[in-house]
């Protein structure tokens, strides 16, 4: 039931881009994102939802394939402030809280 | 704001011993939740609350009991502590309505050891 999330980790350097994809064995309604600087909490980044609908940060772009259940976050033009682990979340079978996938850690370097 | 608000921020426990986990928000949000984040398995549910007066199991409640004392504050608690609950916990609470279509702040996380 945990989202499966690829790749594991991803190294860049400032100005490259990268992918990082999400899937779900089970129909979703929404896909969360959310990253965590090392030693940090977890920072809520966007919602996307079934429909089209997306909620949150303005600067990094997804999309939701609902058919699929799949889904993709798009980090472009990579900064050094980019740099932590990235985490999607999917509703848990009850439709009453979200599970998340086990990370993907994105370095990215001057 | 405060946001949420975890304590205490460390703890180190021996096998066997007891011990509860703060949590608190001031964002006049309904639902809480417990998760554990240990290296490689990402954050797993142990336990939440989707409004006052219910909880309810996640995803790996065994060892833990919760209690939602009032709307602000939600503890968890370890009767018995095992070396297989060393982890980092974080508390989150997102505002009412439907879990998939609110954002959920966390608190910063109270990292746990246990000899």
């Known amino acids: 039931q945990q989202p499966v999330q690829s790749p594991q980790a991803v190294i860049l350097r400032e100005g490259e881009d990268a992918v990082i994809n999400c899937s779900s064995s089970?129909?979703?309604?929404?896909v969360h994102w959310y990253r965590q600087k090392h030693g940090e909490a977890p920072v809520f980044l966007m919602i996307?939802?079934?429909?089209?609908e997306q909620k949150g940060h303005d600067k990094i772009s997804a999309s939701f394939n609902e058919k699929k259940q799949q889904s993709s976050l798009y980090l472009t033009a990579s900064q050094l402030s980019y740099s932590g682990t990235y985490f999607c979340?999917?509703?848990?079978?009850?439709?009453?809280?979200?599970?998340f996938g086990k990370g993907t850690t994105l370095s990215v370097s001057s | 704001n405060a946001g949420v608000t975890q304590t205490p921020k460390f703890q180190v426990l021996k096998t066997g011993q007891s011990m509860t986990l703060q949590c608190a928000q001031d964002?006049?949000?309904?639902?809480m939740y417990w998760y554990r984040q240990d290296p490689g398995m990402g954050l797993r549910l142990i336990y939440y609350?989707?409004?006052?007066?219910?909880?309810d199991k996640g995803e790996v409640p065994n060892g833990y009991n919760v209690s939602r004392l009032n709307k602000r504050e939600f503890s968890l608690r370890l009767e018995s502590a095992a070396p297989s609950q060393t982890s980092v916990y974080f508390c989150?609470?997102?505002?009412?309505?439907?879990?998939?279509?609110?954002?959920?702040?966390f608190g910063d996380g109270t990292r746990l050891s246990i000899l």
């Open positions: 989150a609470s997102s505002a009412v309505g439907p879990s998939w279509d609110q954002p959920q702040h």
């Open positions: 089970k129909a979703l309604y929404s």
């Open positions: 996307l939802l079934k429909g089209g």
């Open positions: 979340g999917t509703e848990n079978q009850a439709g009453t809280a979200l599970i």
């Open positions: 964002m006049n949000h309904n639902s």
């Open positions: 609350s989707a409004s006052e007066g219910t909880t």
